[in-house]
């Protein structure tokens, strides 16, 4: 993954987890493993432990510790209401900021279309 995309991702990881979230309540290594699935294939579990933590802490989930046949308790994660609503303001943003930087990369792709 180059710097330019770890970078973007920084930015919106925590939006695209809440939404994983969304769908179906999950565990660090299952979070993980569906990123990987869509395609992030270069996320490491420490990023998305880390990133859980952060919004554990700012509320956006509720956490259930439920037994593993392995090891300790697994925390599974659930999105709460003040997730949904962060959820929500997320898309919001998303599609505010890819409509214009799809209508300034049209522009510069076809700027004779300009004034047509």
Known sequence: MSKQMTEMLKGTLEGIVLAILAVQPAYGYEI????????????????VYALLVR???????????????????????????????????????????????EQLHHHIEHPQEEGE
């Not at 493993?33 to 990023?47: C, H, K, N, P, Y």
């Not at 509320?59 to 997730?83: C, I, M």
């Open 55 to 101: 919004i554990e802490q700012r509320g956006f989930v509720d956490v259930a510790k439920v037994p593993s046949e392995k090891g300790p308790p697994r925390k599974v994660y659930s999105l709460n209401a003040q997730g949904s609503a962060y959820l929500e303001e997320f898309w919001g943003s998303w599609s505010f900021l890819a409509e214009r930087i």
């Open 32 to 47: 993980t493993a569906r990123l990987r699935e869509q395609g992030f294939s270069d996320i490491v579990e420490g990023t």
